[in-house]
């Protein structure tokens, strides 16, 4: 059994297939999705995808970086809000995302560190996005950082130095289709990290891993990380399953 601790199974790109894109994942044996949040315009969607899968489905609430715009407190409201309502897996996916857009990053910094505190208050993991934004994210752990800090650096890109850095902050690494890239870089060294501290994730539909790079990704191309993951670490592919799946698990609750 494969998790996909990050995708966005209620992404429009999946509007024509989404029952056969979700069953060709099932038969791959991914079989768990974690869905993260961008803004209240995907919260019916995120719903619907439940209500759908409840067996299969587990929802995080959160606001994203690229979402925070003149608006934020009122979305940072309806976040609250929905953590207060109802069950959340995680709360995400949250962070900084330099990329884009400049504008915000006093605003982004402090919605970041808003929805940790959070999820710190409700005792769930969190998940983050970074973009552009090593140092910024570094220094928002660093001021909010306490044993109750704790979930997955979601696609990590970073360097060798900057994932040790995350695994002293109770992180995860998330690793997915960029791990399959020849310039992807972090296969380099991901054989120097003890794979108690990562989990798999697609970000589907985005960073589809090697072949299918370039084309929308979906939750069955895990497998070609599975793959990757065998070759880096020396392991049998139902231990690299099995070894992910529970270490999602340690972060999820599920
Ligand atoms: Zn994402």
């Known amino acids: 059994m494969i998790t996909d601790t990050h995708t966005h199974l209620y992404s429009s790109q999946f509007d024509e297939d989404r029952a ?4 060709r994942a099932k038969d791959a044996g991914v079989s768990r999705f974690f869905i993260p949040a961008i803004d209240s315009s995907y919260t019916q969607k995120m719903l619907d995808l439940e209500k759908n899968y409840p067996n299969d489905v587990f929802l995080m609430m959160g606001l994203h970086p690229t979402s925070v715009k003149e608006n934020y407190k009122e979305e940072l409201a309806l976040v609250k809000e929905w953590l207060d309502k109802r069950k959340f897996y995680a709360v995400g996916e949250i962070g900084m995302d330099l990329y884009w857009d400049k504008t915000f990053i006093k ?8 929805q940790i505190k959070w999820a710190k208050e409700m005792n769930l993991p969190i998940n983050i996005h970074c973009r552009d934004a090593f140092d910024e994210v570094f220094e928002v752990l660093e001021s909010e950082k306490s044993d109750d800090l704790f979930g997955i650096f979601h696609c990590f890109t970073g360097t060798f130095e900057q994932a040790q ?3 002293s902050y109770n992180m995860k690494l998330g690793i997915g289709g960029v791990s399959t890239f020849k310039n992807g870089k972090i296969d380099k060294f991901l054989n120097e990290i003890d794979i108690k501290n990562i989990v798999l994730e697609t970000d589907a539909p ?6 299918y790079r370039g084309k929308r990704n979906e939750s069955s191309f895990l497998t070609q990380v599975v793959g990757k993951l065998v070759d880096i670490y020396g392991l049998s ?3 690299i399953a099995k070894i992910t799946t529970e270490n999602s698990v340690q972060v999820f609750g599920v």
């Open 20 to 23: 056969e894109m979700i069953q």
């Open 107 to 114: 605003e982004q910094q402090e919605t970041f560190a808003t």
């Open 165 to 167: 850095k995350a695994i």
């Open 206 to 211: 985005y960073l589809a891993p090697t072949p």
């Open 237 to 239: 592919y139902d231990e």
